[in-house]
C-alpha cells in the first residue's frame, strides 16, 4: 500500500523466450525443374535459389522433391501488468488498470523465407464505483490498442537486396516462381 487503508498499487511483469528448432518439411522443385526455370527466365534464379534442394528420394525426371530439415525458431514475449485500487471515500473506489504487452516470434519456413510477427498491444481501463445502503453505481472507462505485423524475407528485400523493399503497398515488382505443390 502507498497510503494504509486508502491506495493500493501493484505490478508484475513477465517475461518469455524461446530460441529452439523445429521441423520443416515440403514439396521444393528439383535440379531438373530448376535448370528449365532458369534457362526460360534468368530472374526465376534468385526466386529458387530460395528452396533447398529436394534430400528425400524422388524420381530424376520429376518436377519436384521432398525436403525434410529443421528450422530455427524464436519466440519473445513481454508483458507488464499495473494495477491501482483507490479508496476515495466510504462508499466510492477508482481502479486504474494498465497493461502492456511486446510479442514476437518468427517461424521457419522450407525457403529461406521465415516469417515475422511483431505485436504491440496497450490497454488501460478505469472503473468508479459509488455505492450507498440501497444502491450502487458503476462508471467504465477502457481502451485497447492492438497491432500485429507480418513481415515475409522474400517481400521485404531481406533475401535479395537488388529487389529492394516496397515504399508503397503492391509498388514492388519481382519474379515470382508458383506451381501448385510448392511451399
Request: hydrophobic share 35%.
Amino acid at each position: 500500500p502507498i497510503r494504509h487503508n486508502r491506495i493500493f498499487v501493484f505490478g508484475v511483469y513477465e517475461g518469455y523466450r524461446l530460441h529452439g528448432s523445429t521441423p520443416v518439411s515440403g514439396d521444393v522443385p528439383t535440379p531438373r525443374l530448376r535448370a528449365a526455370a532458369i534457362a526460360a527466365v534468368p530472374a526465376y534464379a534468385w526466386c529458387l535459389n530460395t528452396q533447398p534442394l529436394p534430400n528425400q528420394p524422388y524420381d530424376p525426371t520429376a518436377v519436384g522433391g521432398h525436403y525434410s530439415g529443421a528450422g530455427s525458431v524464436t519466440a519473445h514475449d513481454n508483458n507488464a501488468v499495473v494495477k491501482g485500487d483507490i479508496l476515495l471515500s466510504s462508499s466510492s473506489t477508482l481502479a486504474l488498470t494498465y497493461t502492456r504487452e511486446r510479442p514476437d516470434n518468427q517461424q521457419p519456413r522450407v525457403a529461406a523465407n521465415p516469417i515475422t510477427y511483431a505485436g504491440i498491444q496497450e490497454r488501460g481501463t478505469a472503473n468508479f464505483t459509488m455505492a450507498g445502503a440501497n444502491w450502487s453505481s458503476e462508471s467504465r472507462f477502457g481502451y485497447n490498442f492492438n497491432d500485429l505485423r507480418r513481415s515475409d524475407a522474400y517481400w521485404n528485400g531481406a533475401i535479395n537486396p537488388a529487389y529492394p523493399a516496397e515504399t508503397i503497398f503492391g509498388g514492388r515488382r519481382m519474379p515470382a516462381f508458383v506451381m501448385p505443390g510448392f511451399n
